[in-house]
């Protein structure tokens, strides 16, 4: 897999390598730490090697190269995935499972899974439905009318209102409350 990192040309390019030797530890999943010690700089030096177009170019390339080559090997066994599929499917014993699950992967990375549909459906109300919501939201607005007018036993308050606060008359003398808000 890094013999594509040695045969990238880096005089020419500015790729040096040290650059080079910082790529393929970084690939490998390495902290900037880690690979300070093993190229033996500075871990500021190596974060800032890291950053430079330079660097980001050949790492895209690289994983580029990486990819293509799996790619390929995928490519390379998927009519023997296809096989093996046909002959469990023909006579396959429970064991074969795994044997299955990877040939169907093999299949799934060079392209061929099988498309997912995914149904989504639009309730529609049948106008007996929409006759009986109507008189529901009819009936909820009659109720919150009569709940709302003076003569009801529960008075429905403007919550937007200031509410009164108690008020005293001088020291020593009774607390009369306030009165409650009607709306308007």
Do not use: C
Request: glycine fraction near 4%.
């Amino acid at each position: 897999m890094y013999g594509i990192l040695y045969n990238m040309k880096y005089k020419k390019s500015g790729f040096t390598p040290e650059y080079r030797k910082i790529l393929i530890y970084s690939e490998q999943g390495m902290p900037v730490k880690e690979i300070a010690e093993k190229v033996n700089m500075h871990p500021t030096y190596v974060y800032e090697v890291m950053k430079k177009d330079i660097f980001l170019e050949k790492k895209k390339e690289f994983e580029t190269k990486i990819v293509d080559k799996a790619r390929a090997v995928f490519e390379a066994h998927a009519v023997k995935a296809a096989e093996k599929i046909v002959k469990i499917a023909k006579g396959g014993k429970a064991e074969d499972r795994i044997k299955l699950d990877a040939s169907k992967e093999v299949l799934y990375q060079v392209g061929m899974k099988p498309v997912e549909v995914i149904e989504t459906r639009k309730r529609e109300y049948t106008p007996e439905e929409l006759a009986s919501m109507f008189k529901t939201v009819v009936e909820v607005e009659e109720i919150s009318d009569r709940l709302s007018s003076r003569n009801s036993k529960f008075v429905l308050t403007n919550t937007d209102a200031e509410p009164k606060t108690e008020q005293t008359s001088g020291p020593g003398q009774k607390t009369v409350p306030a009165e409650p808000v009607l709306p308007v």
